[in-house]
């Protein structure tokens, strides 16, 4: 038999889910996340067939990395210099509370550290990109099939209600174009909810909002180097020496070649959608794999990190939007 043969089958029911999930969301609306999510859950019963599974597994792994890395195309280091020093100083700091609290909230709620860094940088950097980045990094054992599914889940409601409600909360307190692109920027999970809630405002605080969210999502690279320091691939060994994993390296490198201008627009553009297709199917095949019975065990405790984490990354934003950017 043919090597790649092993993996035709599961790779298959991942790429027709995620496409009918894909349908879905283009004709009525809805999150592609949350379409990936809901598809792949209502066929988690598949991932009793074992043939399936080494497709599966290559779609939430493989395919989940290289997409990781091909994010990369839509940020330029000229991006983060254009916030100016209060402005990128505050992103960091918002990301870095957000995170540290998360992992502080899960070992309040009983859940481990790793499950609350889970939590934190997707909460803290770019909503499920950064959940199934994190899940990569830390790897299955410490980060269950399951807890990432209910992670995505509750990050793609969390984002859909922020993009409707904060457009009308950054209103309410009077804010600016480039204030209200601030926060709405540095506070949404997701990409795509943080820039329509930016221009859902406004064209400036639009164009503001997409600025200070792909910092953010440059943020996801060192704040994945941190975690790794914490949390070494072996949990009971102290790290010797330190090595990135490839996809992170990945993720730099090309962030870095696109800086200087090398990657043609007409490129970058193919390999922007080329990492939302990835993404979006290693989520399919990530529900599809994830056991039901185990998403309800701990009951709303999990989601209540999200939610808490949440509303620390608003707050802040408000501060900073506030204080720190000019009206």
Not at 60 to 83: E, H, K, P, Y
Not at 89 to 111: C, M, N
Not at 235 to 243: K, L, Q, V
Request: proline share 4%.
């Amino acid at each position: 038999m043919i090597r790649g043969s092993v993996y035709a089958p599961g790779l298959a029911v991942a790429t027709l889910a995620t496409l009918a999930a894909a349908y879905v969301s283009d004709h009525y609306g809805a999150p592609l996340t949350l379409m990936c999510l809901l598809f792949g859950l209502s066929m988690s019963f598949l991932a009793e067939d074992t043939r399936l599974e080494p497709g599966l597994a290559i779609a939430s792994r493989t395919l989940l990395r290289w997409g990781i890395v091909l994010v990369a195309t839509r940020i330029t280091f000229g991006q983060i210099v254009q916030l100016g020093p209060a402005a990128l100083l505050a992103v960091v700091a918002i990301v870095a509370i957000t995170l540290s609290s998360s992992v502080f909230l899960a070992r309040r709620f009983g859940f481990s550290g790793a499950f609350g860094a889970l939590c934190g940088g997707a909460v803290a950097i770019c909503g499920a990109s950064a959940a199934m980045a994190f899940a990569s990094l830390l790897g299955e054992r410490r980060t269950p099939q399951a807890q990432l599914t209910l992670v995505l889940v509750g990050i793609s409601a969390m984002s859909t209600l922020a993009m409707t409600v904060y457009p009308i909360l950054a209103r309410h307190l009077h804010f600016s174009d480039v204030q209200a692109g601030f926060m709405l920027g540095a506070s949404i999970h997701d990409v795509a909810q943080s820039l329509g809630a930016g221009y859902s405002f406004s064209p400036a605080a639009g164009e503001n909002a997409a600025i200070v969210k792909l910092t953010r999502v440059a943020l996801l690279a060192p704040a994945m180097m941190v975690v790794a320091v914490f949390f070494p691939k072996d949990p009971e060994a102290r790290i010797s020496t330190f090595i990135l994993p490839w996809f992170v390296v990945g993720f730099f490198g090309l962030a870095a070649i696109n800086s200087f201008g090398l990657i043609p627009a007409v490129v970058a553009e193919g390999s922007s959608k080329a990492a939302a297709a990835l993404l979006a199917c290693a989520v399919t095949a990530t529900g599809i794999r994830s056991n039901m019975k185990s998403l309800t065990e701990h009951g709303l405790r999990p989601l209540l990190i999200i939610v808490i984490a949440t509303v620390i990354a608003l707050m802040l934003s408000i501060l900073a939007a506030k204080f720190l950017i000019p009206a």
